[in-house]
Every structure is written in structure tokens, then in C-alpha cells.
């Protein structure tokens, strides 16, 4: 089992940049696919984008976000990232990490651990 913890919501204005992370605990965190899924007010959940476990070589993401979104591990630190770049209203949502195990994939019932989620909101 593992725990997840993300941090580093906020208020950003439009085109700004943000740095959201999720801090892992428990089971052997470089052995986990892990994702980002966001959920706007009166939406469902979509995803955001994956990386492959181990030496996270793989990654996939939503067209949305796709140049503006990158995902990143640091097994050492059993911590995943998600730096957002050029941020738009759109993109006002809380931002959920999730872990997995297997294959990179899209959908959030793949994924069996979530955090509690973090909020960003773009605004000027």
C-alpha cells in the first residue's frame, strides 16, 4: 500500500507557471505507474497525464496539456512532480496524484492509491 500527499496549489495568474508535488509513503514508491487527474467544479475527473514506474522513461498526456505540462519522478526522494507551465483559466481544477501498478495508462480506475488532492486556480 501507499500513501500520497500533494502540495503546491495556489493562485496563479493566466501564463503563469506552477510546481505541484506528491510525496509517497509506504510501499516501494519507484515500483508504482503514477498519474495526475484533475476535477473542475461540476466536472468529472479527466486526466492529466502518466509515468512509467522505475526510471519513469515513459510518459503520456492529455491533449489539453500536452507543451504546457511535464511529469516527472524522483525515486530518492519517493516524490512525483507535475510543472505547469503557461496556465490557463481552464486549467482551475484540484489535481490529484494517483498510483498504479503495470502499464502507463489513461484511465483513473487503473489506479489504486489517490491523494487527497491539491487546488489550483488560474485567475487574474
Known amino acids: 500500500q501507499v500513501q500520497l500527499v500533494e502540495s503546491g496549489g495556489g493562485l496563479v495568474q493566466p501564463g503563469g507557471s506552477l510546481r505541484l508535488s506528491c510525496a509517497a509513503s509506504?510501499?516501494?514508491?519507484?515500483?508504482?505507474?503514477m498519474g495526475w487527474f484533475r476535477q473542475a467544479p461540476g466536472k468529472e475527473r479527466e486526466f492529466v497525464g502518466t509515468?512509467?514506474?522505475?526510471?519513469?522513461?515513459?510518459?503520456y498526456y492529455a491533449d489539453s496539456v500536452k507543451g504546457r505540462f511535464t511529469i516527472s519522478r524522483d525515486n530518492a526522494k519517493n516524490t512525483l512532480y507535475l510543472q505547469m507551465n503557461s496556465l490557463e483559466p481552464e486549467d482551475t481544477a484540484v489535481y490529484y496524484c494517483?498510483?498504479?501498478?503495470?502499464?502507463?495508462?489513461?484511465?483513473?480506475?487503473?489506479?489504486?492509491?489517490w491523494g487527497q488532492g491539491t487546488q489550483v486556480t488560474v485567475s487574474s
Open positions: 494517483a498510483a498504479g501498478e503495470g502499464l502507463i495508462s489513461d484511465s483513473a480506475s487503473y489506479y489504486d492509491y
Open positions: 509506504g510501499r516501494t514508491f519507484s515500483s508504482y505507474v
Open positions: 509515468i512509467s514506474s522505475w526510471n519513469g522513461r515513459s510518459t
